[in-house]
């Protein structure tokens, strides 16, 4: 199954949605589809969807799917690394009205960079990033997390010495 998530920010991403529709009314797409839409108009005709779910909902469904794809959120992003799903990302573009700026690109990049994710730029690149799923080998995410509170909990006993 095909997790589509286009996050919960009050902005449409049709763009996303309309490819996806197109790529599985041309074939390309044979997989089961399910999308969590968000604030969008325009409803897909080939793949069930929710305009939001709840947090479990969305949990389970991570979980299930075989691939993610996804906006540019940190979130998404990184709950879909810490369960190893192959991923795919699509940044909402601020020239699209889709945010206020690009710092989507930014974060794709930075996780493209890593090897991490599949990122690209604009939707019409969707056919050819699916195509290169199946070779994509997922690479462990390590959170910083731990590294971040290791040094705040140094700075804390410092400052309290």
């Given at each position: 199954?095909i997790l589509l998530s286009l996050g919960t920010q009050d902005f449409p991403f049709e ?92 974060i794709i990049g930075y996780f493209s960079e890593m090897d991490l994710i599949i990122g ?42």
């Open positions: 199954m763009r996303l949605l309309k490819e996806v529709d197109h790529l599985i009314e041309q074939g390309i797409i044979q997989e089961e589809v399910f999308a969590q839409i968000g604030y969008n108009d325009y409803k897909p005709k080939h793949f069930k969807y929710k305009d939001f779910t709840d947090f479990q909902e969305f949990d389970a469904l991570l979980e299930k799917c075989n691939l993610l794809i996804t906006h540019g959120g940190t979130g998404t992003i990184i709950g879909g690394l810490k369960r190893s799903k192959k991923l795919i990302a699509v940044p909402r573009l601020k020239k699209h009205g889709e945010h206020v700026d690009d710092h989507q690109k930014e690209i730029d604009e939707v019409d690149q969707l056919e050819a990033a699916l195509k290169q799923v199946d070779a994509f080998q997922v690479k462990p995410f390590v959170s910083g997390n731990k590294r971040i509170i290791g040094l705040i909990d140094d700075l804390a006993k410092q400052v309290m010495a």
